[in-house]
């Protein structure tokens, strides 16, 4: 049976990001996996589902949609938004009880049915300026804000 791998994605954010499940990484992933994240760096398998769970675990509420996927052959490019509360420690900063929501792409390629290598793209910078751990450079500048991705 051929894997739809714009599903596996799906279930991949909604399951272990959503829901906690990092075990669904196993299910889904090649044991070879790869991810490379402008925060975590380049990734295995472990580091991956110990990040998932950093995020999971200072965001409790962290919502993902999906906003849209595409495939192409064995590769899945996915543009996704991430939402939560702020609750727990997160890379050094304490909890704000601020609600974020970022934006960011993943491609993904899979090989035999397995996600073998992740690369993903998304907003770091917006997600601390939205808890305070770094300046609005635009808003400092006197220039008008640009509105915020919304839930």
């Known amino acids: 049976m051929a894997v739809d791998a714009k599903q596996s994605i799906r ?17 889904i992933c090649d044991p070879d996996y790869r ?8 990734m295995d398998l472990t580091s991956a589902k110990a990040s998932c769970q950093g ?15 595409v495939q192409d052959g064995d590769v899945v490019v996915t543009h996704w938004r991430m939402t939560g509360q702020h609750q727990r420690s ?17 491609l993904s390629r899979f090989r035999a049915g397995r996600l073998v ?5 998304w907003d770091a910078l917006g ?3 939205q808890l305070g751990a770094a300046p609005d450079l635009h808003a400092a500048s006197g220039a008008r804000a640009r509105p ?3 839930a």
């Open 11 to 27: 279930r991949l954010l909604e399951e272990a990001y959503g829901k906690g499940n990092v075990a669904v990484f196993d299910e």
């Open 35 to 42: 991810a490379h994240d402008p925060v975590g760096g380049e």
């Open 55 to 69: 995020y999971k675990s200072a965001f409790p509420d962290l919502k993902p949609t999906i906003l849209a996927s």
């Open 90 to 106: 997160l890379l050094g900063i304490e909890p704000t009880g601020r609600r974020a929501t970022v934006e960011g792409i993943s």
């Open 117 to 121: 290598e992740d690369w993903v793209q």
């Open 127 to 129: 997600l601390l300026r």
């Open 148 to 150: 915020q991705p919304h």
